[in-house]
């Protein structure tokens, strides 16, 4: 699938306005909820990038990251949440998309926990 200028464009606007939108207590609660879905550790992984310290990310990537949490957590997307199974699917693909997009700095942050 390709997306066109309008539409590449459509979507850094959103990840940009998700992304100053973040919160992480609202993402800790997500989290704790949502522990024993199969997408889980995905989540948490991004989740923790973004949050350690003691590893350098871009802004760039880092907005990525934050833009696609706070898509998944937000309950108003493109497939609502509360439809059940479907309200899923948009989520687990930002998430697999992202993952996808920045799996070179996924294993850079896994190489550098491994070393702490």
Same mark, same amino acid.
């Given at each position: 699938m390709s997306l066109n =200028? %309008?539409?590449k464009n459509k979507a850094i606007e959103l990840r940009d306005k998700l992304a100053k939108e973040f919160d992480s207590k =609202?993402? %800790?609660?997500f989290i704790e909820n949502m +522990? +024993?879905?199969s997408w889980y550790k995905d989540f948490k992984l991004l989740y923790e990038m973004v949050r350690d310290k003691s590893y350098t990310i871009s802004s760039k990537t880092k /907005?990525?990251?934050?833009?696609? /949490?706070?898509y998944v957590i937000f309950p108003v997307d493109v497939i609502p949440d509360f439809i059940p199974v479907l309200g899923w699917l948009d989520d687990i693909f930002v998430l697999n998309l992202t993952i996808d997009s920045i799996k070179d700095e996924i294993?850079?942050?896994k190489n550098h926990t =491994? =070393? %702490?």
């Amino acid at each position: 699938m390709s997306l066109n =200028k %309008e539409q590449k464009n459509k979507a850094i606007e959103l990840r940009d306005k998700l992304a100053k939108e973040f919160d992480s207590k =609202k993402a %800790e609660e997500f989290i704790e909820n949502m +522990s +024993s879905k199969s997408w889980y550790k995905d989540f948490k992984l991004l989740y923790e990038m973004v949050r350690d310290k003691s590893y350098t990310i871009s802004s760039k990537t880092k /907005l990525v990251i934050m833009g696609a /949490l706070a898509y998944v957590i937000f309950p108003v997307d493109v497939i609502p949440d509360f439809i059940p199974v479907l309200g899923w699917l948009d989520d687990i693909f930002v998430l697999n998309l992202t993952i996808d997009s920045i799996k070179d700095e996924i294993e850079d942050y896994k190489n550098h926990t =491994k =070393k %702490e």
